[in-house]
């Protein structure tokens, strides 16, 4: 692409000027099942945004995975990307702020927090396997939050389905019309580039047939004979064909029914040799939302509002195994951030001077001076913030719609050794602040509970408390098989069904009372016999 060409507008120099603040930003994430390509397709994004200068930066697996996932040796062992964490770069005027959500579905509470805080998604698929069980569920999360989503359809240099199967299998598995942005030229072992179709770009290889993309060039359209020259005919013949019919079949690009969640524009392309990662930018700068409105107890609150207001949806501690700093990571929602602003921390009702904010660039932290709607900084503490907090300018209020899923899977925890008690409190109180599992002190008892969504979770828990807190741990199983938060408009009858359960009701680390059953029919049995309880499956974090 050009170096005049300004992202936002596809348009070439002098034409318009760049937005700026919140409408410059662009907070998305990438969802897809494991081994699509999210990991590669980051890395492309960020070399293309300038992020970084080398490949090989934002390795999966390996020695290289990148540095300050370091401390997570499961994650390495595994080849999984288990931790969500922000890379923000400017490219043109645009501010991107790329979330990453980790893959396995073990993780989805955390995934379904940070897709809180996007306003778009890239969708990775691979076109050797279609729409894969995890990519599905993230879909409907997104749906759920009516996030648009833009599908890159990647791998298109290995052997897959046709273009128009992949096409047809996400317009019909996840009910959306499906635009074609990007096609490719030749797949498999015919591959030889990618065309776009809006601006007739033809983007190839110099060096060989499905080598790696370096050149582009500006054609008149998908019959402009300098085609003829660069590609074999049998290849250039399908391709004409397809196209023409891609272009007639289905829906044309239209930026509202994108932006409303009706219609994704599908980039064909490989993460792994650099096709259409430019072109999968560019539309994210020129069509995918900024900022939204977010939700909250006093109603929306609209991006353009003066007062600053932003929520934590995520904790990290121990990002650095050297400094035992705990990390929020905040959305701003509203407003002009500005460094050493101090802000109101709703839920304790003081006020929360930030003097330290930290940007997460690539491969650096840097210190941020400011922050607009839609900027995600990490504000380090130790210990206030908490996933779901608010912080506001002036007016209090509370943002909502972060949920703590009710755990699906429920251990105690053994200490190997019991002088270790002090280091183990510490482990599960900072880890549960992450949300990485849900800790339950029972009424009766003394060893603690815990509550995850997905078993891996108990391994990355374990994991981690013997090398961040040097303590071995092990489970033991319960007879609990989930835990509901239970609550009554009437006192009385809250404290006679606690009275009358101590077996089977423990505390949440908020003190709030929690009701473990042992199946499904001990909770419906429960529901009938106390109508005036609610056992509710989710709690809103505040
Ligand atoms: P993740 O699990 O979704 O993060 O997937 P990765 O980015 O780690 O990619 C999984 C595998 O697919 C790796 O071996 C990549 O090298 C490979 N891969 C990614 N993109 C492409 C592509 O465009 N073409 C080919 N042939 N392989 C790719």
Request: aromatic share 8%; with cysteine.
């Amino acid at each position: 692409m050009s170096a005049a060409t300004d992202i936002t507008t596809g348009a070439r120099q002098g034409d318009s000027p760049a937005p700026k603040g919140f409408a410059a930003r662009r907070t998305f994430a990438i969802i897809s099942h494991p081994d699509a390509g999210k990991t590669t397709l980051t890395e492309k994004l960020l070399l293309a945004g300038g992020a970084i200068n080398m490949a090989g930066a934002v390795k999966a697996r390996g020695e290289n995975r990148r540095a300050r996932s370091d401390w997570m040796e499961i994650e390495q062992s595994r080849g999984i990307s288990v931790t969500s964490s922000v890379m923000t770069f400017e490219r043109e005027g645009i501010t991107f702020n790329l979330l990453d959500t980790p893959g396995h579905s073990d993780f989805s509470e955390d995934t379904y927090r940070t897709l809180t805080a996007v306003d778009s998604a890239i969708m990775v698929v691979d076109v050797a396997k279609g729409i894969e069980s995890q990519t599905r569920k993230l879909f409907e999360i997104c749906r759920l939050r009516d996030i648009p989503i833009i599908t890159f359809a990647n791998k298109v240099d290995r052997e897959g389905r046709n273009a128009f199967e992949v096409m047809d299998e996400v317009e019909e598995a996840l009910q959306l019309s499906v635009s074609p942005q990007v096609w490719p030229v030749g797949m498999g072992s015919d591959f030889h580039g990618c065309y776009d179709l809006f601006t007739n770009e033809y983007l190839y290889s110099s060096l060989r047939a499905g080598g790696p993309c370096d050149s582009v060039k500006q054609m008149t359209g998908i019959d402009d004979p300098a085609l003829d020259a660069m590609v074999p005919e049998h290849v250039l013949t399908r391709f004409r064909e397809e196209a023409e019919l891609a272009r007639e079949g289905y829906a044309p690009f239209d930026a509202d029914a994108y932006r409303q969640g009706h219609l994704t524009p599908v980039v064909f392309g490989s993460a792994l040799r650099d096709f259409s990662v430019d072109q999968l930018l560019r539309i994210v700068a020129r069509f995918a939302p900024p900022p939204r409105s977010q939700p909250s107890d006093k109603g929306p609150v609209d991006p353009r509002t003066n007062a600053v207001s932003a929520f934590v949806f995520k904790v990290q501690a121990n990002m650095d195994p050297n400094h035992r700093d705990r990390v929020a990571f905040v959305r701003f929602c509203s407003g002009h951030f500005k460094r050493g602003m101090k802000l109101n921390h709703v839920r304790s009702g003081k006020p929360l001077a930030v003097n330290n904010p930290i940007y997460f660039f690539a491969q650096e932290r840097d210190l941020a001076e400011e922050a607009f709607a839609g900027d995600v900084i990490g504000i380090p503490n130790h210990g206030t913030l908490r996933v779901g907090d608010t912080l506001t300018e002036g007016e209090t209020f509370r943002f909502t719609g972060l949920p703590s899923f009710a755990p699906e899977v429920m251990r105690r925890v053994r200490l190997e050794d019991t002088m270790r008690m002090k280091q183990l409190r510490r482990a599960l109180e900072d880890l549960a602040e992450e949300g990485l599992v849900q800790v339950f002190k029972p009424v009766i008892g003394s060893n603690w509970i815990v509550g995850v969504v997905g078993p891996l979770q108990l391994d990355v828990l374990a994991s981690r408390i013997k090398q961040e807190y040097k303590t071995d741990i092990g489970f033991e199983p319960v007879p609990f098989s989930t835990a509901r938060w239970i609550s009554s408009p009437d006192e009385k009858k809250l404290k006679t069904f606690i009275d009358e359960n101590k077996m089977s009701v423990a505390e949440d680390r908020d003190g709030r009372p929690v009701f473990l059953p042992k199946g499904d029919w001990e909770l419906r049995y429960a529901r009938e016999r106390n109508p005036d309880l609610r056992f509710d499956e989710t709690r809103e974090l505040v």
